[in-house]
T-cell receptor, first 111, second 118 residues
Framework: RKEVEQDPGPFNVPEGATVAFNCTYSNSASQSFFWYRQDCRKEPKLLMS???SGNEDGRFTAQLNRASQYISLLIRDSKLSDSATYLC????????????FGKGTRLSVIA | GAVVSQHPSRVICKSGTSVKIECRSL??????MFWYRQFPKQSLMLMATSNEGSKATYEQGVEKDKFLINHASLTLSTLTVTSAHPEDSSFYIC????WGTGGGYEQYFGPGTRLTVT
């Protein structure tokens, strides 16, 4: 089983739509969680951290369910500029604790 | 925020040659750097963790004799792909952890190096 699993999509949504991405992780000892965004042929960039209490940053809301080992990202009022691949990322709780990436979910927002 | 640079950004080489990729933390000291590889439409796969002044820790399935990692200073790590073959063609991305800020969890990514082996 992969450490981090995501639905690869693609998700094709119209502007203004609300879209949700899900992610599961296998290591219950994982300590920190993030959503990254990656544009085509670019490096990933941190979108937001994910906290147990849930957190919101503008149109983006992230949720974490430690019991189910489940992470989600909700994007409201989608913009064309939101088109990208969204990566679910977990901080491995061992050694030098590298970030472990999911395969990513591709989002295309259509005018 | 912290900046990580990579050089070169793009390289084309012939099969059997070796290629060196540099990763530098520009405004912070990075005791730990990570090397990832990403094939088209795949996720970033961690190849190895590089610690300044010691041997790198490789992920399972990554050949340490083929992917040589050197982390000789707090701001520089290098990845050398030895005897490159077409199947090594990929997007190689490094990242560095800035232990001075963000509770130690902030990882900054370089812009990546696109390697094409012909």
């Amino acid at each position: 089983r992969k450490e981090v699993e995501q639905d690869p999509g693609p998700f094709n949504v119209p502007e203004g739509a609300t879209v949700a991405f899900n992610c599961t992780y296998s290591n219950s000892a994982s300590q920190s969680f993030f959503w990254y965004r990656q544009d085509c042929r670019k490096e990933p960039k941190l979108l937001m951290s994910v906290y147990s209490s849930g957190n919101e940053d503008g149109r983006f809301t992230a949720q974490l369910n430690r019991a189910s080992q489940y992470i989600s990202l909700l994007i409201r009022d989608s913009k064309l500029s939101d088109s990208a691949t969204y990566l679910c990322v977990v901080l491995r709780n061992s050694g030098n604790t590298p970030l472990v990436f999911g395969k990513g979910t591709r989002l295309s927002v259509i005018a | 925020g912290a900046v990580v640079s990579q050089h070169p950004s793009r390289v084309i080489c012939k099969s059997g040659t070796s290629v060196k990729i540099e990763c530098r933390s520009l405004d912070f000291q990075a005791t730990t750097m990570f090397w990832y590889r990403q094939f088209p439409k795949q996720s970033l796969m961690l190849m190895a963790t590089s610690n300044e002044g010691s041997k790198a820790t490789y992920e399972q399935g990554v050949e340490k004799d083929k992917f040589l990692i050197n982390h000789a200073s707090l701001t520089l790590s290098t990845l050398t792909v030895t005897s490159a073959h077409p199947e090594d063609s990929s997007f190689y991305i490094c990242s560095a952890r800035d232990w001075g800020t963000g509770g130690g969890y902030e990882q900054y990514f370089g812009p990546g190096t696109r390697l094409t082996v012909t």
